[in-house]
């Protein structure tokens, strides 16, 4: 395949990934009306927030009666997972200052998969900014499409967008399954995620399931001690 036409896939599949997320962004404005916020209040939070996980997770809180604290503390707990892949797509993207700052805008769950898997940092940069930044731009305007339609259409989620969004994320990650080492980090990961969701709040099993993974990592790049000998 020529690089002209290797980078064409790529930007194909980013845009891909950017459409069928993007269209999940009517879910949530719809969701959002519904707990009590504005238009301009659910709008206001695509763009600046900007993290689908932790929007849900907040609007979720203030829906069912919680307060504005307990509701942003758990859209900070979910958030904290971007710093993760902040520690593993800075270096990969190479970016310094000003882009650096923006490209943080767009660090994503579908922005990092499209760029982790790269083979070089310009394919990775053209994954990343394709993708972030079609989610982007969808997301935002199908959020107010779906906050000013709220009850006329109903919750897309009936529609089963959500299962939609969360399937196309794992066949993204698959490629990455290779291994016999990453399937068993990924099936302790699931474990730990599974065993926590009866016993924990809603965050929790991912930032865990998260953790087995940056553990895994940390053990299989820290390199072992040489061995003192005898004098």
Do not use: K
Not at 152 to 166: K, N, S
């Amino acid at each position: 395949m020529s690089r002209t036409a290797h980078q064409r896939a790529i930007t194909r599949d980013s845009l891909g990934v950017g459409i069928a997320t993007g269209l999940y962004g009517a879910s949530f404005g719809a969701i959002s009306v519904g707990a009590g916020l504005s238009v301009a209040q659910t709008c206001a939070l695509s763009l600046l927030m900007f993290t689908g996980a932790s929007q849900f997770a907040l609007v979720g809180v203030l829906g069912s009666g919680g307060s504005a604290v307990s509701a942003a503390l758990t859209a900070m707990l979910l958030g904290t997972r971007n710093t993760l892949y902040g520690l593993r797509v800075a270096p990969l993207l190479g970016w310094r200052g000003t882009r650096r700052t923006a490209a943080a805008q767009l660090l994503i769950d579908e922005s990092t998969a499209m760029s982790v898997n790269r083979e070089t940092r310009d394919d990775a940069r053209l994954g990343f900014l394709v993708t972030g930044g079609s989610v982007f731009v969808l997301w935002n305007v199908f959020t107010a499409l779906g906050a000013l339609g709220g009850s006329t259409i109903g919750d897309p989620r009936t529609y089963g967008l959500d299962a939609a969004v969360g399937g196309a994320f794992l066949a993204l990650l698959w490629p990455q399954l290779a291994s016999t080492a990453h399937r068993v980090v990924a099936l302790c990961a699931v474990a730990v995620a599974l065993g926590l969701v009866p016993v924990t709040t809603a965050g929790v099993p991912v930032l865990a399931a998260g953790g087995v993974a940056l553990l895994a990592g940390l053990l299989r790049t820290t390199p072992a001690r040489p061995e003192r000998r005898a004098p």
